[in-house]
């Protein structure tokens, strides 16, 4: 594909239901992070992975996250038994994860709605 | 960790004027830092980035800057227009390959036709 793809576009659920959003990365590109971004805000890192691990997972902000990538390709972010303070859009973004440059490429975004 | 500082959160300006964007970040360590424009609705789309062992870098009217020893750096946009109205972000990274990248919270820029 030509660029970072995630589904759903939006998510609309009730509180206290999982979640699964899926990451589709730039094809090649061995690197894939998650970021969360809450109206008006800044980007906030959630976790990251080189191939199917993940060194540094320290964003995610409660064990209720949890994420994994399987065949260093497609990546699900769960979040169980949403609250309301997770509505946000959760972005993906992809890197070639070597060579000169940490250049991230993300995607459009999953918007949740925890109502 | 890394603490990024991003200033003004809001910027207006007329069609043809200059927009600065002025970035400050803590961690001497951070040795990558691009610039995303987000439109509405949009993810983020990386404009332009400079690494630290260069001070300058500029791609038609966009440029960046860089000094180390202030750990602080800016994003230019010359003969500004209506379509580069947008949301930017600055953001800095330890990692020049690899790694999370912090962000500053955004710079909400309307160029006035």
């Known amino acids: 594909g030509a660029g970072v793809s995630q589904s759903p576009s939006n998510k609309v659920t009730e509180k206290g239901k999982d979640v699964e959003l899926r990451c589709d990365p730039i094809?090649?590109?061995?690197?894939l992070y998650w970021y969360r971004q809450s109206l008006g805000q800044g980007l906030e890192f959630l976790i990251y992975?080189?191939?199917?691990?993940?060194?540094?997972k320290s964003g995610l902000p409660s064990d209720r996250f949890s994420a994994e990538r399987t065949g260093g390709s497609v990546s699900t972010l769960t979040i169980q038994r949403t609250q309301q303070e997770d509505s946000a859009v959760y972005l993906c973004?992809?890197?070639?994860?070597?060579?000169?440059?940490?250049?991230?490429?993300f995607g459009p975004g999953t918007r949740l709605t925890v109502l | 960790g890394e603490n990024v500082e991003q200033h003004p959160s809001t910027l207006s300006v007329q069609e043809g004027d200059s927009a600065v964007i002025k970035c400050t970040y803590s961690d001497s360590a951070s040795n990558y830092f691009p610039w995303y424009k987000q439109e509405l609705g949009k993810g983020p789309q990386l404009i332009i980035d400079?690494?630290?062992?260069?001070g300058e870098k500029k791609d038609q009217r966009i440029a960046v800057t860089l000094n180390k020893t202030a750990k602080h750096f800016s994003l230019h946009i010359t003969e500004t227009q209506p379509e580069d109205s947008a949301v930017y972000f600055c953001?800095?990274?330890?990692?020049?390959?690899?790694?999370?990248?912090?962000f500053g919270r955004g710079t909400q820029l309307t160029v006035w036709p």
């Open positions: 094809s090649g590109h061995t690197a």
């Open positions: 953001a800095a990274s330890r990692g020049s390959t690899l790694g999370r990248l912090y």
């Open positions: 400079i690494r630290s062992n260069v």
């Open positions: 973004a992809s890197s070639l994860g070597q060579g000169l440059l940490n250049e991230q490429f």
């Open positions: 992975f080189q191939g199917n691990s993940a060194p540094d």
